[in-house]
């Protein structure tokens, strides 16, 4: 991974950090690769002796973070392209409790591979899971082989979806107390409409992060502990994503419940600045406002260009995706080409014809709704910035009564 000054303006201290493909005659880079396979294949061999009797302790994770951050990255597509920002903010000399949206499955991967990168590994956090996770998958939980068993000696722990005890809850107050922080996404929290979070009465939270917090400020002995905001942003047409930090929050002390009820909403409130915009989710804001008001009608594509980069001019936000601002043509093209997938519009002749009907649909709040409206996914994506969703709508609607002022009609009124 090579780390490099973001040339990024929105904020002081962005970093970048990304992964690029080394030439396939890489000597150096063929033999990394061979080892830090060699050294995460060991692990799982390890585990099989130890399930077999032929090992009297399971195997400890201590010298293959890297191996294993290597291999999951593979796996995850991290090590191709990360992004982080506000790495200064990530909490190094106590532990804390690292939270954010939930959108993709693979969202813990991204932020433990951030804080991992961004650290240079200082911070290793451990992860709260659902504990039916692998069920059903026979080959990972078998007489010889289970894949829990060999997370939890990487820290990651599974707890019930429906019947959560104390016993597992307290595995990650004593994490806390060691001294190590850990990754909790609430259960049920992932988000199928694109917003932050899917407010809906079946979400179940195994203890909410003030829980935590709490058990452990109630100790004589308790370290400093505190929730650490992070925000994961993924670009579907480049594939990319980047993690935001944002400030740690502390709970008070001796906090009541309605206190740390407050806490726990609190904790979502904060996660929504920390959004990047890309090009995807200004064309289908862009699209979605203009067929809300009945303008269904097409738009030149240069147009659209045009009107993405001078939004990305004036956005008065502190994130916007660097490679989609640096060449809007490419990245709105990008877009078009997804949704026209996603068969929310057509393109004919340069110009854009938006599939109204398509666009204005509401799908079911499932797994399937980015697929079934990948326009109003995107769109609630950002749906939260008033700022930046007055500036599109403005600049839609506006591009209308551009068009009706240069009519003929109107310069023979």
Known sequence: MRDRASPLECHPSARKLWGRRRPADS?????NRVRH??????????????????RKTQPSAEGRWEAFQFVVGD????????????????????????????MKLDDPFYLFRGVYLAT????MP???????????????KSRWLDLDQILETVGVYGVSRENVTISQLKRFVDLLLRG??????????RSCSGLLMDYRDSIERPGGISFFLHAVQSRADAPTVSAAPAVRNYNPVTRHTSVIFGPEIFLPRGATRAEQRLFDEHLIEALGPLVEINAAQVVAALLYTRCLHGLIGPIAVDELVKIVSGLFDDFDHAYLDPE???????????????????????????????????ILSTPPLTTKFRDLNPVKYLTNQILHLGGVTALIEQRALGLERDKIAASPQAAGA
């Not at 796996?75 to 949206?101: K, M, Q, V």
């Not at 451990?126 to 990972?140: K, N, Q, T, V």
Request: proline share 4%.
């Open 27 to 31: 000597a150096g880079f063929i033999l």
């Open 324 to 358: 989609d601002k640096a060449d809007a043509g490419r990245a709105v093209r990008g877009a078009l080409r997804y949704l026209r997938k996603g068969r929310m519009l057509t393109l004919r002749g340069g110009k854009v014809c938006p599939i109204a009907d398509a």
């Open 75 to 102: 796996f995850t597509g991290s090590n191709r392209y990360i992004r982080t920002h506000n790495t200064h903010l990530i909490p190094r000399d106590h532990p804390a409790i690292f939270y954010g949206n939930h």
């Open 37 to 54: 396979y060699a050294r995460f294949l060991a692990h799982f061999l390890e585990h099989i002796l130890f399930r077999m009797g032929l």
């Open 180 to 189: 190590k922080g850990f990754i909790l996404y609430p259960g049920r929290s």
């Open 120 to 123: 240079g590994g200082s911070v």
């Open 126 to 140: 451990g992860a709260m899971m659902r504990s039916d996770f692998f069920e059903g998958i026979p080959f990972l």
